[in-house]
């Protein structure tokens, strides 16, 4: 049974950092395309950012410069990095493992991102 359990998510002042997480199990890790996606309430879930099994990475063009994704395929877990936070990042944040940036077969529960003006 493939499982992802976020964390890190909070409340957070515009211009701050928070460092989200997700631990995957159940899965071979290592071969596996993992990303992390953002929702509003009345929109649709969009990428944030990717990394592939070979460490290649895809940023959406809003968080480019601000947002950082890795990944440590020995603990199983996949980081994204957020600097210099602004109330548009306001989410819930999803990670997501599938074969591309773009094609998710398993999902987390979510963490929530709130960032204050």
């Known amino acids: 049974q493939v499982q992802l359990v976020e964390s890190g998510g909070g409340l957070v002042q515009a211009g701050g950092s928070l460092r989200l997480s997700c631990a995957a199990s159940?899965?071979?890790?290592?071969?596996?395309?993992m990303n992390w996606y953002r929702q509003t309430p009345g929109k649709q879930r969009e990428l944030v950012a990717g990394i592939t099994r070979y460490g290649s990475t895809n940023y959406a063009d809003s968080v480019k410069g601000r947002f950082t994704i890795s990944r440590d395929n020995a603990k199983n877990t996949v980081y994204l990095q957020m600097n210099s936070l602004k109330p548009e990042d306001t989410a819930v944040y999803y990670c997501g493992i599938g074969t591309s940036y773009y094609t998710v077969q398993y999902w987390g529960q979510g963490t929530q991102v709130t960032v204050s003006s």
């Open positions: 159940g899965i071979i890790f290592s071969i596996n395309t």
